[in-house]
């Protein structure tokens, strides 16, 4: 006991909880002091997501936004893969169905849609999202480096054991910039 009522202050004995204190203090400390090591392995985020049934990903650094049961306002038009404008904090965008951008069958309404960064502002619809991915940089741009499997497809990683082929928003932009054949006339009865 310390003399004058005061409170007796224990040495840092090598060892002692006071001394494990003080070196987890100090290392805590030291932690937000010291720069931190930047990654040593760049990497690229993917959106996973099902268009027509089939796995495909999405490179995340080209989207703006990701949006469920988003409302969408149908407009006229001739073109079967346009659903309509939707707006999106002051922003009005098209929205296309991208299973039938990519050349799918029709199908029910898709629940999901992207906007993505294009020449302007683009609403991609899609059927499914199935979460996010990340990988080494390499592996996926060595992905892409692969032979063309489809117009606005191209390259596949594996993500969970399962590959799934990396969409080009570039190209499919690209195929929503072509004009769509007409629809045959209807026949009268």
Same mark, same amino acid.
Not at 20 to 42: G, I, K, M, N, Y
């Given at each position: 006991m310390a003399v004058g009522g005061g409170s007796a202050v224990s040495a840092a004995v090598p060892g002692s909880r006071v001394d494990t204190a003080a070196l987890l203090r100090r290392s805590f400390d030291r932690s937000f002091a010291e720069a931190q090591a930047a990654p040593s392995v760049a990497h690229a985020d993917l @959106? #996973?997501?099902q268009v027509g049934g089939d796995l495909h990903l999405l490179r995340l650094s080209e989207i703006s936004s990701l949006h469920a049961d988003h409302a969408v306002v149908p407009v006229p038009s001739d073109d079967p893969r346009f659903l309509g404008i939707g707006g999106f904090r002051n922003v009005? *965008? &098209?929205? +296309?169905?991208?299973?039938l951008v990519l050349g799918y069958? &029709?199908?029910?309404r898709p629940r999901? @849609?992207?906007? *993505?960064?294009g020449p302007a502002p683009v609403g991609l619809a +899609?059927?499914? +999202?199935d979460g996010h991915a990340r990988v080494? !940089?390499?592996?996926?741009? *060595? !992905? @892409?480096? %692969?032979? %063309? #499997?489809? %117009?606005?497809v191209r390259g596949a990683v594996s993500i969970g054991g399962l590959a799934r082929p990396v969409i080009q928003l570039s190209a499919v932009f690209a195929l929503i910039a072509r004009p #769509? &054949? &007409?629809a045959p006339p209807a026949k009268e009865r």
């Amino acid at each position: 006991m310390a003399v004058g009522g005061g409170s007796a202050v224990s040495a840092a004995v090598p060892g002692s909880r006071v001394d494990t204190a003080a070196l987890l203090r100090r290392s805590f400390d030291r932690s937000f002091a010291e720069a931190q090591a930047a990654p040593s392995v760049a990497h690229a985020d993917l @959106l #996973t997501i099902q268009v027509g049934g089939d796995l495909h990903l999405l490179r995340l650094s080209e989207i703006s936004s990701l949006h469920a049961d988003h409302a969408v306002v149908p407009v006229p038009s001739d073109d079967p893969r346009f659903l309509g404008i939707g707006g999106f904090r002051n922003v009005l *965008a &098209p929205i +296309f169905d991208l299973r039938l951008v990519l050349g799918y069958r &029709p199908g029910p309404r898709p629940r999901w @849609l992207v906007l *993505a960064h294009g020449p302007a502002p683009v609403g991609l619809a +899609f059927d499914r +999202f199935d979460g996010h991915a990340r990988v080494a !940089a390499d592996v996926l741009d *060595a !992905a @892409l480096a %692969e032979q %063309e #499997t489809a %117009e606005a497809v191209r390259g596949a990683v594996s993500i969970g054991g399962l590959a799934r082929p990396v969409i080009q928003l570039s190209a499919v932009f690209a195929l929503i910039a072509r004009p #769509t &054949p &007409p629809a045959p006339p209807a026949k009268e009865r």
